[in-house]
């Protein structure tokens, strides 16, 4: 069975830092033939594209929201998606899922497996 597992979220201030992990196991596939993506839903909006990467980690893609602050990276040896967030803002409080693809995509629909979140939550 497929599970990705997000962790390392949590209650922190404007202009902290975080790094969000995810670990994926029982993917069909290696772990290098799915794209990666983050997202995050806060209360009360629709689920929004934040970053992905492609398998080999050689490609990115950032939303604006996070363009400058947020880093996507992937350790494919551990099976492991990361997001570093730094400079956090109050608008950033949302839960973050991790998520896999078979391709490169900002849409959610692309995303075939899911996390169940992490939650974040930047007070001011």
């Known amino acids: 069975q497929v599970q990705l597992v997000e962790s390392g979220g949590g209650l922190v201030q404007t202009g902290d830092s975080l790094r969000l992990s995810c670990a994926a196991s029982?993917?069909?596939?290696?772990?290098?033939?799915?794209?990666m993506g983050w997202f995050r839903q806060a209360p009360g909006n629709e689920r929004e594209f934040v970053a992905a990467?492609?398998?080999?980690?050689?490609?990115?893609d950032y939303a604006d929201s996070g363009k400058g602050r947020f880093i996507i990276s992937r350790d494919n040896a551990k099976n492991t998606v990361y997001l570093q967030m730094n400079s956090l803002k109050p608008e950033d409080t949302a839960v973050y899922y991790c998520?896999?693809?078979?391709?490169?995509?900002?849409?959610?629909?692309?995303?075939?497996?899911w996390g169940q979140g992490t939650q974040v939550t930047v007070s001011s």
């Open positions: 998520a896999a693809s078979t391709q490169l995509r900002r849409s959610s629909n692309a995303y075939r497996y």
């Open positions: 029982g993917l069909s596939l290696r772990f290098t033939m799915y794209a």
């Open positions: 990467t492609s398998g080999s980690g050689i490609i990115t």
